[in-house]
């Protein structure tokens, strides 16, 4: 059996003023909501779907909704609720809805980076969502330059505000360039040609459409309405919007909805590599991934640490809410409590005021503090899902111990993060990582933890249920599931720092002959300066 890793006790009594909540751990992906209802308010079932899917990006949002003469874009930048209120979507009537939730991954948070990015075409518009990150961007970008000089198609959006600076547009731009072809069509040629993980959900006017890379890396499902169709990352979205759920997408599939039903084409033959810190972090607990409930998964997990790294110790508690389901398990293995020994502010989050030094101080209290009555003179075991740069761990340590913790004992719920993900989780960079240059004993007495322990790789794969080989390791491992090009071609500020292609700028025109329109939310000129 392992052992875990000890530590001195004691600290050094310096105050630590390096966490905050600008101090981020691992950032989820995107969530994005799809659905085909006629008869239906989609704008509001898409709200409410975007609700659910929260956790997988705040600093963006927006819905996309097609009457069937024209689409009509609303986003901004903030939370869901932030974005829209009752007004705001009683004014986006329609058939059919595409929404968006974002962390960025390529490209600035900025309201022309916000999503769903939008594109006329010959015949009509399109509006487009992404869960992910590409990796052939460049090559991507080069495609738009090539077909904007031989067609002209794309100088259809010569009215454009701003150039967006994302993956998204640029395959968007692809789309919409299809001259004598169908969108369908021309996403059956494009979609092969696009590297790395998407989990894609667009619209036409008339048509609902999604797409999910060979590999599956990221979620995507479908769900059944009474008189429609939804398609999202997570089955918890379909719960909230009283959907069935049906299936995956497939990876390599791409499912079209319109009047004429459900439809599914098969563009690249699946090569299934799910990504495994879905399980440990980025999906509710609530939500069905691979057949398996997230909420149990992790409950098996913390079994796992449990009977790898045990403790000898009077309370299990969790570092909410992320560490929760595995705390339960570890406690259940071990067979000491579980108790609620920290109180989360669940109100801090990426938009909260950059505070003061003297607050800065106070550290991880800004979301994290503890019942000192129930933690004071016992020994704690403490479960969190990962450890990234560290700050979080050791600020939460030394906080038990001015609470009066006697011991406190680290068990992660995943291996050491080693390696960076180019995928759609925007980890710190490979020089941040603590696990990339510290051993675990070393990361143990950096934290000063009594004792530090990691769930093993094999351990946690075998909780899924999902065969290793048809995971994605690469943050724990550095086995990248596909080959990445040359790092000067990745990377999240890549077309930042490249003169935009023609036709990559996210339409705002007030009337464009009825194909479509793009608007801003109240204030969003100035959202990147608001508290």
Not at 279 to 287: E, G, I, K, N, Q
Not at 436 to 457: F, H, K, P, Q
Request: net charge negative.
């Amino acid at each position: 059996m392992p052992q875990p890793h000890s530590a001195r006790k004691g600290g050094d009594g310096r105050l630590t003023a390096a966490l905050d909540p600008h101090d981020l751990g691992p950032q989820d992906a995107c969530g994005v909501f799809g659905v085909w209802a006629p008869g239906e308010d989609v704008a509001k079932l898409t709200y409410y779907g975007l609700y659910a899917l929260q956790h997988r990006g705040q600093e963006s949002a927006g819905i996309a909704v097609s009457n069937g003469r024209q689409i009509l874009v609303y986003k901004d930048m903030g939370l869901v609720s932030q974005v829209f209120d009752e007004s705001t979507l009683e004014a986006l009537k329609g058939h059919l809805a595409v929404g968006h939730s974002r962390y960025s991954t390529t490209g600035a948070s900025a309201w022309h980076n916000a999503q769903p990015t939008f594109h006329p075409t010959e015949t009509g518009s399109i509006a487009l969502a992404h869960n992910g990150n590409l990796i052939n961007t460049a090559e991507l970008l080069g495609m738009v330059a090539d077909r904007a000089g031989l067609d002209g198609q794309l100088d259809l959006q010569l009215r454009a505000q701003p150039a967006s600076t994302n993956d998204t547009s640029v395959v968007t731009a692809l789309l919409a360039d299809h001259p004598g072809q169908s969108v369908e069509e021309r996403a059956a040629e494009l979609l092969p040609q696009v590297k790395g993980a998407y989990s894609f959900v667009w619209m036409t006017e008339h048509t609902l459409y999604a797409a999910r890379d060979p590999q599956g890396i990221r979620p995507l499902v479908l769900g059944r309405l009474e008189r429609g169709w939804v398609v999202a990352s997570e089955t918890a979205a379909l719960d909230i919007v009283g959907a069935s759920f049906i299936r995956e997408v497939e990876p390599g599939e791409m499912v079209a909805v319109d009047e004429d039903g459900l439809r599914s084409t098969r563009f690249a033959d699946p090569a299934p590599k799910h990504c495994l810190f879905e399980f440990v972090y980025l999906a509710r607990p609530d939500t069905l991934i691979t057949g398996q409930r997230v909420h149990s998964v992790r409950v098996e997990i913390g079994r796992r640490l449990a009977r790898a790294f045990p403790a000898d110790a009077d309370l299990v508690i969790p570092v909410p809410e992320s560490g929760t389901p595995a705390a339960i398990g570890f406690a259940e293995a071990s067979g000491t409590p579980y108790g609620t020994g920290l109180v989360k502010n669940s109100y801090v989050g990426r938009t909260f005021i950059q505070p003061s030094q003297t607050i800065r101080q106070l550290g991880i209290r800004l979301k994290l503090n503890p019942l000192r009555d129930v933690i004071e003179g016992k020994r704690l075991v403490v479960v969190d899902d990962s450890i990234v740069r560290g700050n979080t761990q050791r600020a939460l340590v030394r906080m038990l111990r001015e609470a009066g913790a006697r011991e406190v004992h680290v068990r992660i719920a995943s291996p050491p993060v080693k390696w960076p993900c180019f995928y759609g989780i925007d980890f710190a960079s490979r020089a941040e990582l603590i696990a990339n240059g510290l051993t675990s004993d070393e990361i143990c007495r950096s934290i000063d933890a009594d004792s530090l322990g990691y769930i093993g790789l094999d351990d946690l794969v075998e909780a899924t249920s999902v065969a290793k080989d048809s995971l994605c390791r690469a943050c724990f491992d550095g086995v990248y599931p596909i080959e990445l090009p040359d790092p000067a071609v990745l990377g999240k500020d890549l077309l930042e720092t490249v003169q935009p292609a023609p036709g990559l700028s996210d339409v705002r025109p007030t009337d464009v002959d009825g194909l479509a329109a793009s608007l801003a939310g109240g204030g969003a000129a100035d959202a990147l300066d608001r508290p």
